[in-house]
Each structure stands twice: as structure tokens, then as C-alpha cells.
């Protein structure tokens, strides 16, 4: 099975397994090379101290003289002397109780006391004439005095036992460890991968339906798979948030292509109807009759036009289409807007609470479709006598969320937030009246597009149910945040928006 094939579980025991099994070896090695180095310098210590003592029991020996055992007692028994005098004559003799004592001798260079072909005082290994398996540490040293040569060989024999031994105990010693290790990594990383066997149990499970299935997580856990867990859990929070709004929007579609085509097929039947009727009846109308239905073919055309054209808007802000940035005087709109509906409204008294020289930057045009859509609103859905308050002024920061102690709900769910970086300013636009009121259950839906409560915004009073869309969006695209507010049915409504001024843009 190739590498890629493995489990992760797999591929990781193995690498820590791998890595411990290098890690033993170079400590067996170094542990090796270490005691060798050792026992050799010890060896190197024992022919230096026994040479020359060696050098005089192998003269006395050579001349015939009887050397007692206790006088090479130091010498390692199946060790090797050899003397070559200075006129050339060599005597050897091994260092043993009895000849049955002594080994293969070693393997040594021709010597002569005048050249020689060994360094002398430098210790060096030679083999033995007829075992492989044993070894020699020589040292040769010349007396100065005799000129005569001494060689001493000392076997290896105890030396390579010693390491044979410690080679056992290492690989018996190393075999158990990485046998324990490895199982101890198994269980380790078994532990450590368990969360992400439970998020493919979840991740299973959610592929079947269960979309509120989660990854159990300890908080208090720093480690990669914790964090991965919780980035997962909030993964699926966002997807599953996500994936109901994604279902609230498609919902909204329906209704709106349901709504805005029952909207068009409104004007175009009545247009058909006089159309058929002017056509069929062409000469049994009068003058009146034929009039009356060219009108209604006139108005129902217009009203189709002005409700194609906020769809077209609509539209075109749904795209985020870039809209026109110049100075605005909003003080200006305001005033003169309020002062149209006085104009149109005698009766209605307007109380107007307006800022002066209040400059925004963006699109003149739209503010004052913003502006005149909630005046519509409040002539359509207000009394004719009934008063109203206008307000525009500067707020701070901590006002967003009230106006006159009533908690405000916003068109747009993420709610209005001012930027942590950069200088702004906050500009509300509020217009309150004193008309029927909105129950706070329903407040959201009145920037809905085709929306209308039962008790007041029908197709009869005038209203296409686009106006309050067209302010949440056009507000939107300058950066802003339209709302509403109500204390209940017969107290009255509140709209209004919200806008972030960037002094930087504003200054003229």
C-alpha cells in the first residue's frame, strides 16, 4: 500500500516510530563508539605501564634465566612479548601459566633494532597468524641504553567480549523500548485524533439531515484538533445561517414575483378592458364615456410606468451599483419637502426640528425620493389634519438603537455599526406621526417589498408597497441604515434613517 493510501493514524505512528528507531540507533552507536573508545585508551594505559617491566622479563628469559610467574602477573594472560635485540636476534614468548594457555600468536611486521617498520610508541591492532577471531593491541618501544627492540601484544579478547555484550543488551534493551514507545505513540495519537473521528461522525451526520449535529469541544483546549473543531462548529453555524437566509430570500422572491406580478396585472387589465371596450363600442360611446376611458387607460399606464420604474431601481441598487457622491445639503431637503406637504396640506400641523447646514455626501436626487416616499407614506396612511414632527440632527453613538426611549427596528438584519477606524459623524432623519400606529410583531415586514397591513395600506390608498423598500435600499447603498419604531396600534409611527457622515469628505 503506498504512503498517500495510509490513514492519517497510520502515516503518524509510523513517522513517530521511524523517528524513535533512528533516535535509539544513534544513541546505541554513539553508546558503542563511546565504551570502545574508552576500553582501547584503557588498553593503550595497560601497555604503556607493562611494557617496560615486559621488556625486562623477556631479556632475562632470553638469556636463559628463569623468570618466575609473579614478575608478568600484570600482564594480561595469552598476551605476546617479543625482544629483537640490537645485533638482530629475536626472542618471543607468550605470557601464560602453560603453553596450552596461549593463543594463535599475532601477525607481526619484520623488526630489526635499526629500522623498523612500525611506529614506535604508537599503540596499533594486528590479527593473529591463524584465528580470524582474535585480535592484538601492540606497542613497541627501543631501550636506548641496549638498543634492543620490546614488542607487546596484548589480546582483544576481553575488549571484544565486552562489546559483544553491550551489543546484546542494546538491541534486546532498544527492541523493548521501541515495542513500548510505539505502542505508547499508538495510544497517544489514537487519543489525540479522537475529535476528528467524532467530526467525520458529524460530518456524516449532517450529510443525512441533521443539520444541528456539532463537534464536541473543551474551550479550555489550545491544541490544532480543538481549534479545528471549533472553527468547524462555527463553519456550520455560518452555513446553516447561511442556508436559512439563503431560504428566507427565495421566499421573498416568490412573494415578490408573485406580488409584483399581480401588481402589473392589475393597470394592464383595466388598460385591456377600456381598450376592448373603446374598440368594440367605438361608435355607440360618447364623447364622456370615451374620455372617461382614455383617462383610465392614461392613469393605469402611468401608475404601470412609476411601478416598472421602482422595480428597475430596486434592481439596480440590489446590484450595488455605484451611486452619485457630491455635497448635499440635507437641511435644505428636509425643509423643503416639509414645507411641499404644508403646501398641499394646510391643515396638517408639522412640527419641524431641523439642523442647519447638515452636509452629506451622496446622490441629491435619491435623498429627496427618500424623503418625498416618507411624506407619501405619512399622507397615505395618517388622517389628512392629523400633526407630525420632523427631525434632523446629529446623534451619538449610543442613541442607534432608540428614538424617544422606543427600541427602533432596523430594515437591514446586520443591524448599523460605525467603523472602529476614521472620524464620523451620525445624522438621523426621524418624521413621526400620530396616526394608526404598527404592531411591534409587524414593524420588519413594513420594508418588505408589495407588504401592507390589513388595516391601512391597501391597494386603494394609493400605495404600491415599493416606497418603504426604495428608502431601505437607497439609504443602504449610501451607507446608511433605514428604521421603524412604534409603541402599538393608535400610538403612532416613527420612520426614519440613519446616516454616517465621513468629515474627511464633508469638509467644503
Not at 489550545?222 to 462555527?234: M, P
Not at 448599523?416 to 418624521?431: H, Q
Amino acid at each position: 500500500m503506498s504512503w498517500s493510501r495510509l490513514s492519517l493514524k497510520a502515516r503518524l505512528v509510523i513517522s513517530v516510530t521511524s523517528l524513535l528507531f533512528i533516535g535509539i540507533v544513534i544513541a546505541d552507536i554513539a553508546t558503542y563508539s563511546a565504551l570502545r573508545s574508552f576500553l582501547i585508551t584503557k588498553l593503550d594505559q595497560q601497555l604503556s605501564a607493562s611494557i617496560t617491566p615486559a621488556s625486562r622479563s623477556l631479556a632475562r628469559a632470553s638469556l636463559g634465566e628463569n623468570v618466575s610467574q609473579s614478575e608478568f602477573a600484570f600482564v594480561p594472560f595469552g598476551s605476546y612479548g617479543e625482544l629483537v635485540t640490537e645485533n638482530g636476534s629475536t626472542f618471543v614468548a607468550a605470557f601464560v601459566q602453560n603453553p596450552s594457555q596461549a593463543g594463535s600468536p599475532p601477525n607481526l611486521p619484520t623488526i630489526n633494532s635499526k629500522s623498523s617498520s612500525i611506529a614506535l610508541g604508537r599503540p596499533f591492532n594486528v590479527d593473529s597468524t591463524s584465528n580470524p577471531s582474535l585480535r592484538y593491541r601492540v606497542l613497541a618501544t627501543k631501550n636506548d641504553t641496549t638498543g634492543s627492540v620490546t614488542v607487546l601484544a596484548i589480546p582483544l579478547t576481553g575488549m571484544m567480549s565486552t562489546l559483544k555484550r553491550l551489543v546484546i543488551i542494546e538491541f534486546l534493551v532498544s527492541l523493548s523500548v521501541l515495542m513500548v514507545l510505539a505502542a505508547l505513540g499508538t495510544y497517544l495519537v489514537s487519543l489525540g485524533l479522537r475529535p476528528l473521528g467524532k467530526m467525520v461522525d458529524t460530518a456524516n451526520e449532517i450529510s443525512e439531515g441533521n443539520l444541528s449535529a456539532r463537534v464536541e469541544t473543551n474551550n479550555n483546549q489550545a491544541s490544532e484538533v480543538a481549534r479545528l473543531a471549533r472553527a468547524l462548529n462555527y463553519m456550520l453555524s455560518q452555513l446553516i445561517t447561511a442556508l436559512e437566509r439563503r431560504g428566507q430570500s427565495e421566499a421573498k422572491l416568490r412573494r415578490f414575483v408573485a406580488d409584483a406580478s399581480h401588481e402589473l396585472r392589475t393597470p394592464l387589465t383595466s388598460i385591456r378592458g377600456y381598450a376592448e371596450l373603446v374598440r368594440q363600442r367605438s361608435g355607440m360611446l360618447d364623447k364622456s364615456e370615451t374620455n372617461r376611458a382614455m383617462e383610465r387607460i392614461e392613469s393605469e399606464s402611468i401608475r404601470m410606468g412609476s411601478l416598472v420604474e421602482d422595480l428597475l431601481l430596486l434592481a439596480r441598487l440590489d446590484q450595488n451599483r455605484p451611486v452619485e457622491k457630491l455635497p448635499v445639503d440635507l437641511s435644505e431637503l428636509a425643509n423643503d419637502l416639509t414645507q411641499d406637504i404644508k403646501t398641499v396640506e394646510p391643515c396638517r400641523e408639522i412640527d419641524s426640528d431641523v439642523e442647519d447646514d447638515l452636509w452629506i455626501i451622496g446622490d441629491k436626487n435619491r435623498f429627496i425620493q427618500v424623503i418625498a416616499n416618507l411624506f407619501s407614506n405619512l399622507r397615505f396612511h395618517t388622517p389628512e389634519c392629523s400633526p407630525a414632527k420632523v427631525s434632523l440632527r446629529h446623534i451619538e453613538s449610543d442613541q442607534l438603537e432608540q428614538f424617544d426611549g422606543l427600541e427602533i427596528v432596523r430594515a437591514d438584519e446586520d443591524g448599523f455599526k460605525v467603523p472602529s477606524d476614521g472620524k464620523f459623524e451620525i445624522v438621523r432623519f426621524a418624521l413621526t406621526d400620530f396616526g394608526p400606529g404598527i404592531e411591534r410583531s409587524t414593524l420588519r415586514n413594513v420594508f418588505e417589498r408589495f407588504y401592507r397591513t390589513e388595516s391601512s395600506r391597501s391597494r386603494d390608498s394609493g400605495g404600491t408597497g415599493l416606497g418603504l423598500s426604495l428608502v431601505a435600499s437607497i439609504v443602504k447603498a449610501h451607507g446608511g441604515s433605514a428604521w421603524v419604531t412604534s409603541a402599538g396600534l393608535s400610538k403612532g409611527a416613527t420612520f426614519g434613517f440613519d446616516l454616517l457622515i465621513d468629515i474627511s469628505e464633508t469638509e467644503i
